[in-house]
């Protein structure tokens, strides 16, 4: 099993730029392809962003491809949320999160979850 502390949220205008962290600990890390989720308010969790356990191949939403990049340093046990051009419908808890499988079908869903960190965009 691993477990996963996310790092890095807070409050931003919209225009900005945040870095979210996940540190892992556990079980190898370089085991896990990795991901981030997020929910809005009243809203469902969504896929943001997946990355393999080498780092090649990551998968994004379409409402975040060209402004979000996701990497991982498996030395570091960490993977990484780099967010630019921040809107206000970003603003949600972002869940870091691991799987042993790797496919499109991360978009739906990883096995192991952080407890979240809370981005806020101001317009």
């Known amino acids: 099993q691993v477990q996963l502390v996310e790092s890095g949220g807070g409050s931003v205008q919209a225009g900005g730029s945040l870095r979210l962290s996940c540190a892992a600990s556990?079980?190898?890390?370089?085991?896990?392809?990795m991901g981030w989720f997020r929910q809005a308010p009243e809203k469902e969790r969504e896929f943001v962003a997946a990355?393999?356990?080498?780092?090649?191949?990551?998968y994004y939403a379409d409402s975040v491809k060209g402004r979000f990049t996701i990497s991982r340093d498996n030395a570091k046990n960490t993977v990484y949320l780099q967010m630019n051009s921040l809107k206000p419908e970003d603003t949600a808890v972002y869940y870091c999160?691991?799987?042993?499988?790797w496919g499109p079908g991360v978009v739906h869903g990883m096995d192991y979850w952080g407890t979240g960190t809370l981005v806020t965009v101001s317009s």
């Open positions: 556990g079980r190898t890390f370089s085991s896990y392809a």
């Open positions: 990355i393999s356990w080498s780092g090649g191949s990551p």
């Open positions: 999160a691991a799987d042993t499988a």
